[in-house]
């Protein structure tokens, strides 16, 4: 008989106290597995990074990582089992796998309700600040804007309305910081936001491009818009001045789009050309890390990212605070269930109040949408083994370091005036999270990835970390760190001082992975439907969190209640949807009225990569014609949009099937190519289920994945 494997050979716990391991490898069904006390076979074959239990656990009893409950198992749950909950047997179901999985789930979700006991809270002292300093070479702008780390001169679309002349404008402009070395880029902001209707995010929109305009890493920066807009540069400008943001401090330019496009774009391009050698003369000088503002930003997780990547950005971030920097973690939905872990320490009681009254108002905004937080986990992250949010938000909340206490609370995109550890309120999207982290002035992005997403931002410079080994060698040349080390034997001091030192590189001006890939995007909070007029009023002007002089924050305000939202119910127009086949076109009896090649992302965040591809083929040395003669594609088109990261049930996300779908199988269309991001919920393997419902044969259409096919540039060949 062969002998049983060690239980550390092919699982960890992270914590002693726990009673399910996670799997660092697929591991077969019949494995047998020396436990702490017997020898026990799997039940099923267990993908890498999923549970199984390893000792007794009686039915109704918790199930335990980090050793904080994520589930009450419903039966008797034996040793060696695979341990299940109903949503991971129905993301597993979507997913081409080749073996069995359990029928039936084992435990069911079940949040703890947090409770502050105010009467035995006592508040943390910091981690004690280095006598002796380490310094980077940065970009000194003044006392009130702080060091950069980057030097860009930035093209802002004041809405969604100006994002595409801006994006224009950089393609146009690109080439001209090549003569001037002291000049990172000139890099265009587009985003979605505010430009329609009388938006409930007006407040938050206005105060996130106030930070990207006092940006420490935005040598000058030209704020356009059409002058109409709901948002303009008449309300930024008073905005800025208003709330006393130091914009004198920034060469800038507000400016209005009112000639012809090559008007507009001769005039833009001589603004630009006129501060480069300004911007140019400032050179970078030893600063100290006590400049340093790190966002701490966490996606595409998986179960290792609570033990390997999340730790290790911990580690670096507890260093760099005591230099005297600061570091600022995220995400309000994405610590739900982890908040004993997050109030382990904290500066005071009305600090540890006001992150708990974010929290319950985030739960209050989503249920406004019939949904829940709980919701958040997407197919990636499940499929990853993240079961459930309190497993996500155990493993986020490790983005702080045991010995760190919390410092302050702020509101999204609120400026950090002080040194030490902040939690800033936004929701779970990585983009628009990490949007409000720049805006409060972090000038160096930390981003922790299980399946290994690709995200950056325009001009603050993202050290991605992967969590496992085998993600890295797969994505080697998109990933800057392998945290997977860790989880191989590399002690966790020895990788975290190499991450510092890495840090402290990249700082002082060395390009990251997503620098050189020239990938980036923005995406600011959405505007998300209010509960009414007047409620929308009352949020937008008032801000959620009163905090002054870089004090902690004091109170939160403007709570507002929900209201019955009645659904409209239409009968007709959905049994006329239900009953709509796309057989049609699946057997290839459409008309063929174009023969366009079309690149359809399936996410917000496979969007830009699918509009380079596009961009790519189009401006090949032969062209799309020569290189695909036999197919006579006139060019290929990349559909960017914001949706598929989060959809979670319902209406909206049918409708999103829907319209995806009929992308695909338009006239206009020759032949189309799904591209995934990976781990957002309406992945490749959704797609194609959706599409089998609908009557589609998902053999005659193109399939890539970015994390799958290995990073930006692999699956841009398998494109091609």
């Known amino acids: 008989m062969n ?109 703890a309700p947090y409770e502050l006991d105010e009467s035995r809270f006592a508040p943390a002292q910091q981690v004690e600040r280095y006598t002796e300093d380490r310094t980077f070479m940065g970009y000194w702008r003044s006392a009130r804007r702080g060091v950069g780390t980057r030097n860009y001169i930035v093209l802002l679309g004041t809405t969604s309305r100006t994002g595409s002349f801006v994006k224009q404008l950089e393609r146009h402009l690109s080439d001209l910081a090549q003569e001037f070395p002291n000049v990172d880029g000139i890099i265009a902001v587009a985003h979605t ?4 209707g009388n938006p409930n995010n007006r407040e938050v929109l206005l105060r996130t491009l106030a930070g990207f305009m006092i940006h420490p890493n935005v040598g000058a920066v030209l704020a356009v818009d059409y002058g109409v807009e709901p948002v303009t540069n008449a309300m930024l400008a008073e905005y800025l001045t208003q709330n006393d943001y130091p914009i004198q401090e920034t060469p800038h330019h507000f400016m209005s789009l009112d000639q012809g496009f090559l008007e507009n774009l001769d005039q833009a391009e001589s603004i630009v050309r006129g ?36 730790p290790v950005a911990a580690w670096v971030a507890r260093e760099v605070i005591r230099y005297g920097g600061a570091a600022n973690l995220a995400e309000t939905d994405e610590l739900i269930g982890a908040e004993p872990y997050v109030l382990q320490k904290v500066r005071d009681l009305d600090t540890a109040r006001t992150f708990l009254a974010m929290v319950e108002r985030f739960k209050q905004r989503v249920a406004w949408h019939g949904h829940t937080a709980e919701g958040n986990p997407s197919g990636g992250n499940k499929y990853r083994g993240l079961y459930n949010i309190v497993l996500k938000s155990i493993g986020a909340a490790r983005k702080r370091d045991p010995e760190v206490r919390l410092d302050y609370v702020i509101d999204y995109s609120r400026l950090m005036h002080e040194p030490g550890y902040y939690f800033m309120d936004s929701p779970g999207n990585d983009l628009e999270s990490i949007a409000g982290q720049v805006a409060a002035g ?47 034997g590399i002690p966790m001091d020895d990788l975290g001082r190499a991450t510092l030192d890495l840090t402290v590189d990249t700082v002082s001006g060395a ?37 002054t002089n870089g004090d902690h924050a004091q109170a939160i305000t403007n709570i507002d209640q929900p209201i019955a939202v009645t659904p409209v119910v239409e009968d007709e127009f959905q049994t006329l949807i239900q009953n709509f086949s796309y057989r049609a076109f ?52 990349a559909l960017v949009h914001t949706e598929g990261c989060g959809v979670s049930g319902g209406t909206s996300e049918d409708l999103y ?3 995806m779908l009929g992308y695909l199988v338009h006239p206009l269309v020759r032949h189309s190519l799904l591209l995934e991001h990976g781990c957002e919920k309406t992945h490749n393997d959704y797609m194609a289920a959706q599409m089998r419902t609908a009557g589609l044969t998902p053999d005659q259409f193109g399939w890539a994945s970015i994390q799958l096919d290995g990073g930006i540039e692999q699956v841009s060949v398998k494109v091609k």
């Open 193 to 196: 936001e505010g430009g329609s």
């Open 511 to 547: 390009r990251t992975v997503g620098e050189k890939a020239g990938h980036a995007q923005t995406q600011i909070w959405r505007d998300w439907r209010q509960t009414g007029f007047h409620a929308a009023e009352a949020a937008t002007d008032t801000p959620l969190v009163q905090a």
């Open 586 to 637: 699946a057997t290839g009896d459409r008309p063929v009225a174009g023969n366009v090649g079309l690149i359809l992302p399936t996410s917000l965040c496979a969007g830009q990569i699918a509009r380079m591809i596009a961009g790519r083929i189009n401006t090949g040395t032969n062209g799309p014609q020569n290189a695909l003669a036999n197919d006579a594609l006139s060019h290929f088109v």
């Open 3 to 111: 002998q049983p494997a060690q239980l550390s050979d092919l699982a960890r716990l992270p914590l002693p106290g726990d009673n399910v391991a996670i799997t660092t490898q697929r591991v077969e069904a019949g494995t047998r597995v020396q436990g702490d006390d017997a020898i026990f076979p799997l039940s099923h074959s267990i993908l890498e990074g999923h549970r199984f239990a390893i000792r007794p656990i009686a039915q109704g009893e918790p199930l335990l990582s980090w050793e904080l409950p994520f589930g009450v198992a419903t039966r008797d749950i034996a040793p060696g089992e695979y341990v299940c909950n109903a949503d991971i047997l129905e993301a597993l179901n979507l997913r081409n796998l080749d073996f069995a999985l359990p029928t039936v789930p084992n435990f069911a979700d079940s949040i």
């Open 442 to 488: 972090c000038n160096l992005i930390f981003f922790v990835t299980g399946n290994g997403s690709i995200t950056n931002f325009p001009f603050v410079p993202t050290i991605k970390i992967v969590t496992t080994s085998r993600r890295y060698r797969l994505l080697a040349r998109d990933m800057d760190v392998n945290a997977g080390a860790y989880l191989d």
């Open 275 to 310: 501060w480069l050698p300004q911007v140019n003369r400032t050179e970078r000088t030893p600063q100290s890390l006590a400049h340093l503002k790190i966002a701490l930003q966490c996606g595409g997780s998986d179960s290792f990212s609570g033990i390997s990547g999340n």
């Open 657 to 659: 099937i829907r319209t």
